[in-house]
């Protein structure tokens, strides 16, 4: 099952730079997109979301845009910071009539911030 | 900022053994989730709940899995004879509305290990 894709397994960036974390989905019924932050050995914290009636949505240093015609989605950060440093995952929900939101994941994309 | 917790935090089981994975959801949260990820691999979906009712099943939740709320706050996924592939990180969700805002929050998880 890989409605879901993030291509690049990890990424370096020097601290105060821009990270840019990408993912791919192939459902057309989608209709609502998070991004999660993981560190090892914990539960993945929410950070941004976007509903598929948007384009962008900005919550202070992270930024998510979604391309509809492309299927893809993205996570800015800026300035980056090394406290960033963890596995983000992008996840999508669709609704199917009513049914309950379960999220379908990407496989993360490890996030270093070099000092 | 209230939270998703679970209990315990780590679980060592023999082989055939049943567990009982323990939330305590967002207090005003309504909806409910069991995630898993298997080391090294993506977290993948296995149950929402909603009204006291399964809402949704992944087929990976199969006979040997269930879930309850036994009162107001808790929640528990219950794996009746456990087995080794069932070694994985176990994820609590829960979210407020299953409508346009889905996001749902994550408990720090149980690490499962079946011998």
């Known amino acids: 099952d890989q409605q879901v894709k993030q291509n690049s397994p990890s990424l370096s960036v020097q601290e105060g730079r821009i990270s840019i974390l990408n993912c791919d989905y192939t459902n057309s019924m989608f209709d609502y997109f998070l991004w999660y932050k993981k560190y090892p050995a914990e539960g993945p914290t929410f950070l941004i979301s976007i509903s598929s009636i948007k384009d962008k949505n900005e919550d202070g240093r992270f930024t998510v845009f979604l391309n509809k015609s492309a299927k893809h989605l993205s996570l800015h950060i800026v300035p980056s910071q090394p406290g960033d440093s963890a596995v983000y995952f992008c996840?999508?929900?669709?609704?199917?009539?009513?049914?309950?939101?379960?999220?379908?994941f990407g496989t993360g994309t490890l996030l270093a911030v070099q000092p | 900022e209230p939270e998703v917790t679970q209990t315990p935090s780590h679980q060592v089981t023999q082989m055939g053994q049943e567990v009982i994975l323990r939330c305590v959801p967002i207090?005003?949260?309504?909806?409910f989730y069991w995630y898993r990820q298997i080391l090294g691999q993506k977290v993948e979906f296995l149950v929402s709940f909603y009204n006291n009712e399964i809402s949704e099943k992944s087929e990976i939740f199969d006979d040997q899995f269930s879930v309850e709320r036994p009162d107001g706050s808790n929640f528990t996924l219950k794996i009746r004879s456990t087995k080794l592939e069932d070694s994985a990180m176990y994820f609590c969700a829960s979210s407020e509305f299953a409508g346009r805002v889905k996001t749902q929050y994550f408990g720090p998880g149980t690490r499962l290990l079946v011998l």
């Open positions: 996840a999508a929900s669709a609704k199917y009539g009513g049914a309950t939101n379960k999220l379908i």
């Open positions: 207090s005003n949260h309504l909806y």
